[in-house]
């Protein structure tokens, strides 16, 4: 009898139906596929590739990096039930049909379509994926989609999916323009409300964000959200500054800010460590920040959030330069970037200032550097 832990199996992500044949192989051998985009670079393959050594606990099936390569990465690992106990809810959601086809809009190594391929394997759901390099042939016979808001409304305006009746959301909120398209073209949206971590959560199907059935929700004095459910993750590796863990009474949480109603209503506030989202994708702006404090010509860097409405948000980066007169140009900072970190988490607009704004005790301002840029007082560094 083999009592050995389980490991990851590293999948290089090129070509996204290929990838998702080896992902679907290695399961059904009993292994844990992880999925590794291969815009991340060589740096991010070889960081989450120390952790395939590593022994999982018995039972995992599933595996998903939510930390790219900041040089901490962090895996969260999960049961084949976590997920296959979710399945009638997303059956209900999306009022799966016969004849449905599925089109997931995220990249495979993101866990919404990883969660979609093993939905659909399991429904025998004939799935499309629609990460880099989509069919747009294929795409014409997708019925139901699951993706970001800005995926969904692309794959909507392009009219690639004339079939296209409803549309799982998650990963950002779904803003007036896509609503506005969804209700010109004729599309149902269902938004959720989830984490790579806890899975599904709460769904907005008419009548605002409510916890799913078989879901617990429960906002702390601090109003940090906290949930218990079969959905959730079992652990995670690696990610020494943000492990998950579920505690001994079954609640887990990832740091987001909510509001919880009397009626159910769940209103969310965004996340307490400052992560930003981005495409669906969570950056951890102190991650990041410990990559680009390398980068040649800076002293400090502080990351923060741009509002992006069709992505999200942006990540943006103020450099304090090591020697002000002479600070680092963006190409170099560009270079830095791309050799460090995942492709989600590179900043997108570059500033420089003479010093980082901070609190009497020392503590970073991002909402000033976000103030500032929007007011005009700071310009993108060229």
Do not use: C
């Given at each position: 009898?083999?009592?050995?832990?389980?490991?990851l199996?590293?999948?290089?992500?090129?070509?996204?139906?290929?990838?998702?044949?080896?992902?679907?192989?290695?399961?059904?051998?009993?292994?844990?596929?992880?999925?590794?985009?291969?815009?991340?670079?060589?740096?991010?393959?070889n960081?989450?590739?120390?952790?395939?050594?590593?022994?999982?606990?018995?039972?995992?099936?599933?595996?998903?990096?939510?930390?790219?390569?900041?040089?901490?990465?962090r895996?969260?690992?999960?049961?084949?039930?976590?997920?296959?106990?979710?399945?009638?809810?997303?059956?209900?959601?999306?009022?799966?049909?016969?004849?449905?086809?599925?089109?997931a809009?995220?990249?495979?190594?993101?866990?919404?379509?990883?969660?979609?391929?093993?939905?659909?394997?399991?429904?025998?759901?004939?799935?499309?994926?629609?990460?880099?390099?989509?069919?747009?042939?294929?795409?014409?016979?997708?019925?139901?989609?699951?993706?970001?808001?800005y995926?969904?409304?692309?794959?909507?305006?392009?009219?690639?999916?004339?079939?296209?009746?409803?549309?799982?959301?998650?990963?950002?909120?779904?803003?007036?323009?896509?609503?506005?398209?969804?209700?010109?073209?004729?599309?149902?949206l269902?938004?959720?409300?989830?984490?790579?971590?806890?899975?599904f959560?709460?769904?907005?199907?008419?009548?605002?964000?409510?916890?799913?059935?078989?879901?617990?929700?429960?906002?702390?004095?601090?109003?940090?959200?906290?949930?218990?459910?079969?959905?959730?993750?079992e652990?995670?590796?690696?990610?020494?500054?943000?492990?998950?863990?579920?505690?001994?009474?079954?609640?887990?949480?990832?740091?987001?800010?909510?509001?919880?109603?009397?009626?159910?209503?769940?209103?969310?506030?965004?996340?307490?460590?400052?992560?930003?989202l981005?495409?669906?994708?969570?950056?951890?702006?102190?991650?990041?920040?410990?990559?680009?404090?390398?980068?040649?010509?800076?002293?400090?860097?502080?990351?923060?959030?741009?509002?992006?409405?069709?992505?999200?948000a942006?990540?943006?980066?103020?450099?304090?330069?090591?020697?002000?007169?002479?600070?680092?140009?963006?190409?170099?900072?560009?270079?830095?970037?791309?050799?460090?970190?995942?492709?989600?988490?590179?900043?997108?607009?570059?500033?420089?200032?003479?010093?980082?704004?901070?609190?009497?005790?020392?503590?970073?301002?991002?909402?000033?550097?976000?103030?500032?840029?929007?007011?005009?007082?700071?310009?993108?560094?060229?």
């Open positions: 009898m083999n009592s050995a832990r389980p490991r199996t590293l999948i290089d992500v090129g070509d996204e139906t290929e990838a998702a044949r080896q992902v679907l192989a290695v399961r059904r051998r009993g292994g844990v596929p992880l999925a590794i985009d291969r815009r991340g670079g060589e740096f991010g393959r960081a989450l590739a120390a952790l395939a050594s590593i022994g999982l606990p018995t039972g995992s099936a599933w595996a998903s990096a939510t930390s790219g390569s900041s040089g901490d990465p895996v969260v690992v999960r049961t084949a039930s976590s997920w296959e106990s979710s399945f009638d809810v997303v059956d209900r959601l999306v009022d799966r049909r016969p004849d449905d086809v599925l089109g809009l995220a990249p495979l190594a993101s866990s919404m379509t990883l969660f979609s391929l093993a939905y659909s394997d399991a429904r025998g759901l004939p799935l499309v994926l629609g990460g880099p390099g989509r069919s747009r042939e294929r795409l014409a016979a997708v019925t139901l989609a699951h993706g970001t808001p995926a969904v409304r692309e794959l909507i305006e392009s009219r690639a999916a004339p079939r296209l009746r409803r549309a799982l959301v998650g990963g950002a909120k779904a803003d007036d323009a896509l609503l506005a398209s969804a209700e010109r073209h004729g599309v149902e269902v938004t959720y409300y989830g984490a790579t971590e806890l899975s959560v709460a769904a907005d199907t008419g009548s605002g964000l409510r916890a799913l059935p078989g879901v617990e929700v429960r906002v702390d004095p601090d109003g940090t959200l906290s949930v218990r459910s079969p959905f959730v993750a652990s995670s590796i690696g990610g020494r500054r943000h492990p998950f863990a579920v505690d001994a009474e079954g609640w887990a949480t990832v740091g987001d800010r909510a509001a919880l109603a009397a009626d159910g209503t769940l209103t969310l506030h965004g996340r307490s460590d400052d992560a930003i981005s495409s669906g994708a969570t950056v951890v702006p102190g991650a990041v920040e410990a990559a680009l404090r390398a980068a040649p010509g800076v002293a400090d860097v502080l990351v923060f959030a741009r509002p992006a409405p069709r992505i999200g942006l990540v943006a980066a103020a450099v304090e330069a090591s020697d002000p007169a002479n600070p680092p140009s963006t190409s170099v900072l560009r270079a830095h970037a791309a050799a460090h970190l995942s492709t989600a988490e590179r900043p997108r607009q570059w500033f420089v200032v003479d010093a980082l704004p901070r609190s009497a005790n020392g503590k970073p301002l991002r909402a000033a550097l976000a103030d500032a840029v929007s007011t005009g007082d700071l310009r993108p560094h060229v």
